[in-house]
């Protein structure tokens, strides 16, 4: 497998990603479009949609990662595997995840999840964090009750902000008692989380559900 070079870290308010992408015809990649829906923000090398596109095949997945060159290898792992249900986007997240939620069935989105997010210490640079404010709001438009927002971190900060910018939403209610849920409800690790747990470092995980 070739090796792709890629800039550890992109900033996602530079004008090369101030467009938002217009969708896929997802028939074309899709087989099941009346499956339920799984969109994973910030794939990075997108082993995570790639395992829990595998493992769940009622499942469709769309990993969304903002570095071109990883989505690219990604889709030819996807196509090398074979797999009907899963579909890689190069996208700013922050713009394109409504025209994404548009071009979907109506509801057919039924979890989102922003798993170890780059956590952008620096206070100028923290309106860089993909969870902002407008992002709930687009998710909240477009989510019908009952689906799932699956929020993961090692930086408490960082897992507490996204929390706490959802349940500020009155669209959004958290699914569990006391500040953090106890383990991760999906059968799949990402590539950090294993990291991180390797390390014996601590997850901050939540969850929300559309009310
Ligand atoms: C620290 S990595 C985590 C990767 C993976 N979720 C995991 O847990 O192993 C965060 C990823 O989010 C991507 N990202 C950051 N901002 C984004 C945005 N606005 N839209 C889409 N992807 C973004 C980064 O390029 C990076 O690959």
Redesign the pocket.
């Known amino acids: 497998m070739a090796i792709v070079r890629v800039r550890e870290h ?1 900033n ?1 308010l530079g004008i090369r990603f101030s467009k938002a992408i217009a969708p896929p015809k997802w028939e074309e990649i899709f087989d099941a479009m009346d499956h339920p829906w799984h969109l994973d ?4 090398r997108g082993y ?1 949609p790639l395992k829990m596109a595998t493992e769940r095949p009622d499942w469709n997945v769309v990993g ?4 071109e060159p990883l989505v690219d290898r990604a889709n030819q792992w996807r196509d090398e595997a074979g797999l009907r249900n899963l579909h890689y986007l190069s ?4 713009n394109s995840v409504r025209p994404i939620l548009e071009s979907l069935p109506k509801g057919a989105v039924k979890l989102v999840s922003v ?4 956590p952008w210490f620096k206070k100028r640079h923290q309106k860089r964090r ?1 969870v902002q404010p407008p992002l709930v709001d687009e998710l909240a438009t477009f989510l019908q009750v009952g689906a799932q927002v699956f929020l993961q971190s090692d930086v408490e900060e960082v897992a507490r902000e996204m929390g706490d910018r959802f349940a500020a939403n009155p669209a959004f209610q958290k699914t569990h008692d006391g500040d953090w849920l106890p383990d991760n409800p999906l059968p799949v690790r ?4 294993i990291s991180v747990i390797k390390q014996g470092l601590p997850v901050y995980r939540t969850q929300l559900e559309r009310v």
């Open positions: 992109v996602p923000i910030g794939c990075a995570f969304l990662e903002i570095r996208c700013n997240a922050n798993q170890f997010p780059d993909v990402t590539e950090r989380e």
